[in-house]
Each structure stands twice: as C-alpha cells, then as structure tokens.
C-alpha cells in the first residue's frame, strides 16, 4: 500500500493561496492521487483526483510531478469556509479498499 | 450527502450492550463501507461490501459485524460494545468502476457519534 505523508497542520489567511503537499514515494503504476476534505462532524468529501501532470476544477488544482512521488492541492484564494482536514490518498481506481486516510492536514484558515 | 443517510446520528449506550447502526443510499451504488474515526486521527475501514450478501473485512473489524441484504443499505452491529467503541462511524458509497479513467470518489453519510459508557 502506498503510505503518503502531509503536514498535520497549516494555516493562512483569507483570500490567499494555500498549496498542500503530498508525499508518496512508494506511488504504483496503477495508483491515483486522490484528495478528500473533511469539515468537523462531516463526511470527508471527494476534492479532485489526478495520475499525472495537472487537473484543474472548480475548487481545486492538483500538481503532480513527472516521477509522481508527491503531489500538491492548490486552493486559490481561500475563505474562512476552507478550513477543514484535507487528506491525501493514493490507490487503485476500484480498489477503495485499499486505499488508507491518514491523519490529513488540518488547515485553519485566519480572518 | 442527503443521498447517503446513517440512523441514528447520535446514540449513548453501555458496555456490553447490542447496537446496530445503519445506512441507507439513493445513489444506486454497488460498492458501501463502514469506518470508524477517532479524535484527531484518519479513517479507519472496519467492513466493506462490494455487492449484495458480499461481505469483506476491514482494517479494524474485530467486534463488530455487518449485514448487506439489499443494495440500498448497509448495517453495521456491534455485538457486545465496549467503550474504546466510542467513535463517530461514517458510511460510504461508491460505484463500480466504470473505466480506469474516470474518477472513483466515495460518497459519506453524514456519521454517527456513538458513546460507550
């Protein structure tokens, strides 16, 4: 199983942007990078994915480098509203079995 | 999610006692999943059905059992709990893999804290 490793904590301030890193150095050939967010006393919610490169939506951008040992979630402009948990996982499409939440990153975003 | 729901949201039970939580979802997936998390840590798989009457262990499943008699809910018992039980429990949904390229997100109730004294 892929391990990823994330800063447990991170904070910055309203209308900046904040990028997450994770690390993953373990990647498989058939793995994804998946990010989920987390708000207290809620479901985590499904973010953005990616396998390589670059995938942008209307919430998120996720980096992946060539080699694919990490990945980095950028929030443009961030709310008080963003602070939340962010977990990075990586795994087999299908296979959610597999696929491990950590501890995340708690980001507290700051008037 | 409304669209995946668990019962009870909340319950205070004690030691040794039969609880049974369940989940219900409109989505029409295949796939459901049982977690636990504890204070300041991740999510932790306790069981996991990929269909119907399919039923896989987890991570973490001592002590505790499930039950997937129809598509649309998943149970999830604890037979005799104890209090490091106490937890807030969450269910999942996903769908079955479609193509290797699309996306394969789960879809969370919205959890249940449960307390053992």
């Known amino acids: 199983l892929a391990k990823t490793t994330q800063p447990i904590s991170m904070d910055s301030y309203e209308g900046q942007e904040v990028n997450i890193t994770c690390s993953h150095n373990?990647?498989?050939?058939?793995?994804?990078i998946t990010w989920y967010q987390q708000f207290p006393s809620q479901g985590p919610r499904f973010i953005i994915q990616?396998?390589?490169t670059k995938v942008t939506n209307e919430v998120a951008s996720l980096f992946i480098p060539a080699d694919r040992k990490s990945s980095t979630l950028s929030l443009p402009r961030v709310s008080l509203s963003d602070t939340a948990v962010y977990y990075c996982?990586?795994?087999?499409?299908?296979?959610?079995?597999?696929?491990?939440f950590g501890k995340g990153t708690r980001l507290h975003i700051l008037p | 999610d409304a669209d995946v729901t668990q019962t009870p949201r909340n319950r205070i039970t004690k030691t040794g006692k039969r609880i049974m939580l369940e989940c219900s979802q409109t989505?029409?997936?295949?796939?459901m999943y049982w977690y636990r998390q504890d204070p300041g840590l991740g999510l932790r798989l306790i069981y996991y059905?990929?269909?119907?009457?399919?039923?896989n262990k987890g991570e973490i499943s001592d002590g505790y059992s499930v039950s997937r008699q129809a598509q649309a809910k998943f149970s999830l018992s604890l037979e005799s709990a104890i209090p490091n039980q106490t937890a807030l429990y969450f269910c999942?949904?996903?769908?079955?893999?479609?193509?290797?390229?699309?996306?394969?997100?789960?879809?969370f109730g919205p959890g249940t804290r449960l307390t053992v004294l």
């Open positions: 999942a949904t996903s769908a079955r893999l479609v193509t290797s390229g699309s996306p394969n997100e789960q879809f």
């Open positions: 373990n990647i498989a050939t058939n793995d994804y």
């Open positions: 990616g396998y390589k």
């Open positions: 996982l990586v795994g087999e499409n299908g296979r959610d079995d597999k696929i491990i």
């Open positions: 989505k029409g997936h295949d796939r």
């Open positions: 059905s990929f269909d119907v009457k399919d039923i």
